[in-house]
Nanobody, 128 residues
Framework: QVQLAESGGGAVQAGDSQRLSCTAL?????????ISWFRQAPGKEREFVAS????????YYSHSVEGRFTISRENAKYTVYLLMNSLEPGDTAVYYC????????????????????WGQGTQVTVSS
């Protein structure tokens, strides 16, 4: 079982940058799994943000963050990052990472069953 922990959230100003980390307890299958980031704002449904394949070779972004956010991974550190630039108040949400059952990056329409493990989330608050 993969245990995921998000970190790096906090309160920032619009236009700032922030980097989130998703770290897994050392576990043999982590390097073989795609990892995705999701977010959920108050009163809204969970939203796909980005996904990265096991080797970083394929990446997907939602339209709302493409060009501003960058997902990357360091398998040797069991960590996936989400670098968020030009943050907007609309980016305010709890951000979650999830480990897929598959090595290939998952698109925004992937079913919930594509994911096996979820972190507890980290709050990102962007003020204007």
């Amino acid at each position: 079982q993969v245990q995921l922990a998000e970190s790096g959230g906090g309160a920032v100003q619009a236009g700032d940058s922030q980097r989130l980390s998703c770290t897994a307890l050392p576990e043999p299958t982590f390097p073989n799994r795609a990892i995705s980031w999701f977010r959920q704002a108050p009163g809204k449904e969970r939203e796909f943000v980005a996904s990265i394949a096991w080797d970083g070779g394929t990446i997907y972004y939602s339209h709302s963050v493409e060009g501003r956010f960058t997902i990357s991974r360091e398998n040797a550190k069991y960590t996936v990052y989400l670098l968020m630039n030009s943050l907007e108040p609309g980016d305010t949400a709890v951000y979650y990472c999830a480990a897929s059952r598959f090595p290939a990056a998952q698109g925004p329409d992937a079913p919930p069953s594509a994911y096996l493990f979820w972190g507890q989330g980290t709050q990102v608050t962007v003020s204007s």
